[in-house]
């Protein structure tokens, strides 16, 4: 577990890559600690915190071994669920262990004592944010992703591919004065927005060359439409080179006088031992994650008033209409429908408040998935109290 990494061939589980030096070290601290301290929970920890202090880089590696079943699972149900996409495994398994530091540096002891269980779960929600995200710039144009970006990443964007700081300012200047006058007359929110004229260029370099002084530090030549219009072209593909990093293997072994050893592991997507004890303890995890939550809404439903509990059980245990709703409590129909919206409403905020004290960003989209499976849980609660009474 802690010294193993998964090797990927033509998009499928290939075997299990052991490297010698960790594997070494897990069996040196195997051998010196007592049989009480050999438990996967122990070592994960244990490794964590070492990997905390800062001063051992192997902890991270057998953290990063450690985490690799999370992340292939993770990939195997994203790759499942998006199958339409440009994407195979491969490329959703280095997405995800490529947030490992992310996952790591999130993580709070505190609040979640199980590492693997927490990875699977913040490691699913990174994905889906990233493929959101990779969605959204792929379908918008130059001219759109270049209104999108802010200056802050815009500059990140421009150094990170390489330029000087006098070529920074010359490019981040372009498309200041390109938002300038192209943004202003174009409607919002269409990512598909066109391409610039060529009397458009020429305004824009106008700006830059009337503006360059002034904004420039450095004496800088005047600059015609074409050579502005290339400028941003180039900009626009550094800025999506750096929120989209093309996907490289973080498992690659560097060569050295051991030769990696190959043991002949079962595959994870398999039906052996090894899987099938990872896939219970999984499904373990998401059953108690699942009644945690159930808790969590039950607390707040409970927590309601009275008028609102009576309201939110008329309308999902009886399927009463809010006319009807509004007759046999005697109140006005707006009432009842901000009694329904105000009482999903604080059960949603209780689940949000869980999630995030849990370290689990929660998104929109999360929001809206959240909304969904209250609505289901309200529906399946009532319900059960009725097949009960």
Not at 19 to 47: C, G, M, T, V
Not at 285 to 292: A, C, D, V
Not at 354 to 360: A, E, R, V
Request: one cysteine or more; proline letters at 3%; aromatic letters at 12%.
């Amino acid at each position: 577990m802690f010294s193993t990494f998964v090797q990927l061939e033509r998009g499928r589980f290939s075997k299990w890559l052991t490297d010698p030096k960790l594997y070494r070290n897990i069996q040196n601290h195997l051998e010196r600690s007592s049989s009480a301290l050999k438990s996967e929970k122990f070592w994960a920890l244990y490794w964590y915190k070492q990997w905390r202090s800062g001063f051992d880089n192997l902890g991270r590696m057998h953290l990063l071994a450690y985490l690799q079943e999370p992340c292939y699972w993770v990939a195997s149900k994203t790759f499942a669920k998006f199958n339409f996409s440009q994407y195979i495994l491969a490329d959703y398994f280095q997405m995800a262990i490529a947030e490992v530091e992310t996952i790591l540096k999130d993580f709070n002891l505190e609040k979640s004592s199980s590492l693997k269980a927490y990875a699977m779960m913040a490691i699913s929600s990174r994905l889906r944010d990233i493929l959101r995200q990779r969605r959204e710039a792929d379908i918008c144009t130059n001219w759109a992703l270049l209104r999108k970006v802010s200056k802050k990443l815009l500059s990140e964007a421009l150094s990170e591919a390489g330029l000087s700081q006098s070529a920074i300012a010359q490019y981040r200047l372009a498309w200041t004065c390109f938002n300038e006058l192209y943004i202003q007359k174009q409607l919002g929110g269409n990512s598909q927005l066109p391409e610039p004229n060529r009397q458009l260029w020429e305004a824009i370099a106008n700006l830059y060359n009337h503006q360059r002084q002034s904004q420039i530090t450095q004496p800088t030549e005047q600059r015609n439409a074409e050579t502005i219009e290339q400028w941003l072209t180039q900009t626009a593909l550094y800025v999506r080179a750096y929120l989209f990093p093309p996907v490289k293997s973080l498992n690659a072994f560097e060569q050295n006088d051991d030769t990696t050893v190959t043991f002949d592991l079962p595959d994870p997507s398999s039906e052996e031992p090894m899987a099938n004890m990872i896939a219970e303890e999984d499904g373990q995890n998401r059953q108690n994650q699942i009644s945690q939550m159930s808790n969590v809404m039950l607390k707040a439903l409970h927590n309601m008033d009275v008028k609102s509990q009576e309201v939110l059980k008329l309308y999902y245990e009886q399927g009463l209409t809010q006319q009807q709703i509004m007759q046999q409590l005697q109140m006005s129909q707006p009432t009842v429908s901000r009694k329904l919206v105000k009482g999903r409403e604080s059960i949603l905020a209780a689940l949000i408040k869980w999630s995030q004290d849990l370290n689990i960003s929660v998104n929109s989209n999360q929001i809206k998935d959240m909304s969904f499976a209250l609505e289901e849980w309200l529906r399946n609660q009532y319900r059960e109290y009725n097949i009960n009474l």
